[in-house]
């Protein structure tokens, strides 16, 4: 379960929409991403923790929780991309730790971190399974990942609106957001096509973590989740 092969192509994707990822982000979220990401953060990440942002692009959950415990965090940005790390420290007032990778084979020893923070990358993962393991055996006992990302709803009629408008209506939102690179986040479909419904990503976590919190919003095309290890 995972993007498996075509990884590469999200990568790629990825990599091309640098200069319109904030924006495209905001437009075809209809600004709810910021929303998210606060309800998500607030009260789980504290200050003085440890937190990994995986998966970070230019490191808005970090900044969220920056802001949140008033700057006082050891924040370090983990991303398969330099470009978008490249672009990360004109956000900060802090020092960041940057490094460069995937879920899959996170370069940090056992129990390093209070919090991991994935926002709209987990979906991304190459083997989602063996990504979730990765982030347990990162985090700190007592430690939470949180998760806000795309939900894919149990009932199919809710699934098939979610479809109906990552397939056919994203793209055109995206493209009065971003112009000819806009159009490239309809790859985020074929992502949305390899991650699990909701009731699934949560057995998944439920797997490896004691306890999760699991919040459907948007009638569950988004989800806001806290795993607790």
Known sequence: MGLGSYWGEVLDVLQDIIPVYDKVNSAISFGKDAEHRNKGISGRVLPGDKILDAGSGFGNMSKTASKLC???LSITLYDPLVPM???TSKFFQSNLDLFC??????PFKDEQFDAVLCGYSLRD????RIAISEIHRVL???GRFVIVDLGKPDDVIT???VSFYLRLVLPI???VAGGRLGLKFATLYGTYKRWPQNKKL????????SKVEFERVLLGGAIIVCAYK
Do not use: D, P, Q
């Open 85 to 87: 790390l490249k672009n």
């Open 101 to 106: 990778g995937v879920f899959e084979h996170i």
């Open 173 to 175: 939102v995206a493209f």
């Open 159 to 161: 699934r098939f609106g």
């Open 202 to 209: 949560e057995s998944l976590l439920l797997e490896k973590f």
């Open 125 to 128: 993962a190459i083997n989602l």
């Open 140 to 142: 700190r006992k007592g």
């Open 70 to 72: 008033n700057e006082n």
